[in-house]
């Protein structure tokens, strides 16, 4: 057990919903990360957030977007979904800080859209 | 921006016998680390083993070791007397070392899928 949660575990919905995805990171830690893994795409990068602010972007579509609460946990929101949407979302996180911290990821949401 | 890449679609190793799994990668960073990464059928993410770039040495833990080429931009997996349960889906990964808490994102090759053989 990573430390690391995510809810729900299993996801499944229908094209043009939206849904949102919650994490909660390991305790002390201020970085969360999320990651995207399809099998087209493999694993991949979406945002970073740092003590609630957003440090960086990646591969995330402008259907989605995220925010990280003042109690550091963080919430995945994905809209006006397609098919291609379906897919393993991944949460991590990392004390953050000028030195070397590990990630620690979660187990997953397995989101399914029909 | 970087890229990592694995060219090993699926590797098999006998169980006891050796297997390196291959990572190639591009920056032009000079401070980052390499990952490896192991995931089960579980789907759950298990960092294996780690590298620094500024370190020559190469990292070890257990059964797991890297041979690490800065020059080559290489950094392969040695798994030794492999297990059955070392069957899964190995990540190579890169991450730039970032400073003042925005330490980078990783970023993953496609993975090798390894098959332990009784």
């Known amino acids: 057990d990573s430390g690391v949660t995510q809810t729900p575990k299993h996801l499944i919905t229908a094209t043009g919903q939206r849904v949102t995805l919650r994490c909660s990171p390991r305790s002390g830690d201020l970085s969360v990360y999320w990651y995207q893994q399809s099998l087209d795409q493999g694993l991949q990068f979406l945002i970073q957030y740092y003590n609630g602010e957003e440090r960086a972007k990646g591969n995330i579509l402008e259907r989605f977007s995220a925010q990280q609460f003042p109690d550091l946990h963080s919430e995945l929101n994905l809209s006006s979904l397609e098919l291609g949407d379906s897919a393993l979302y991944f949460c991590?996180?990392?004390?953050?800080?000028?030195?070397?911290?590990?990630?620690?990821f979660g187990p997953g949401t397995r989101l399914t859209v029909l | 921006a970087q890229t990592v890449t694995q060219s090993q679609p699926e590797m098999s190793v006998q169980e006891a016998e050796t297997v390196t799994l291959s990572c190639t990668y591009d920056t032009s960073e000079s401070d980052y680390y390499l990952f490896w990464y192991k995931q089960p059928p579980s789907r759950q993410m298990i960092l294996v083993i780690r590298?620094?770039?500024?370190?020559?040495q190469n990292a070890t833990e257990n059964r797991f070791s890297v041979n690490f080429q800065k020059a080559a931009k290489s950094f392969s997996l040695k798994i030794s007397d492999s297990q059955l349960g070392d069957a899964a889906m190995y990540f190579c990964?890169?991450?730039?070392?970032?400073?003042?808490?925005?330490?980078?994102?990783?970023?993953f090759g496609k993975g090798t899928k390894l098959s332990v053989k009784p």
């Open positions: 991590a996180s990392s004390l953050g800080g000028r030195t070397y911290n590990e990630q620690f």
């Open positions: 590298q620094e770039a500024y370190k020559q």
């Open positions: 990964a890169y991450r730039s070392a970032g400073h003042g808490g925005s330490q980078g994102n990783l970023i």
